[in-house]
């Protein structure tokens, strides 16, 4: 079983910061490409940022350079953060942590996702 916990997010005014983290825990053998996704009601989900083991990093045009996509990798698992800045209104959504995952050495690797955790900016 694999679990992707995220936490950080929360209420701020426009122009604050906010951090959030996604660790990811179980019977992992390797986590691959981490990645945030977010999703503002009425709207589809979309990319916000990916980083991969190695650390290439991609950012949807609408963060960069505002938002801060990090990651720590352990043994058999990783904690991926979104550090970010400069926050607008428009940057309110549901933020999902996503990770490309293998639970074996020969294993493929499968997709997960976290609960969300929601932002919400203030103008």
């Known amino acids: 079983q694999v679990n992707l916990v995220e936490s950080g997010g929360g209420l701020v005014q426009s122009g604050g910061s906010l951090r959030l983290s996604c660790a990811a825990s179980g019977n992992i053998y390797i986590v691959y490409t981490m990645g945030w996704y977010r999703q503002a009601p009425g709207k589809q989900r979309e990319l916000v940022a990916t980083i991969t083991r190695s650390r290439q990093i991609n950012y949807s045009d609408s963060v960069k350079g505002r938002f801060t996509i990090s990651r720590d990798n352990n043994k058999n698992t990783a904690t991926a953060y979104l550090q970010m800045n400069s926050l607008k209104p428009e940057d309110t959504a549901v933020y999902y942590c996503?990770?490309?995952?293998?639970?074996?050495?020969?294993?493929?690797?499968?997709?997960?996702w976290g609960q969300g955790t929601q932002v919400t900016v203030s103008s």
């Open positions: 996503n990770a490309d995952i293998a639970l074996t050495l020969t294993a493929r690797s499968s997709e997960y």
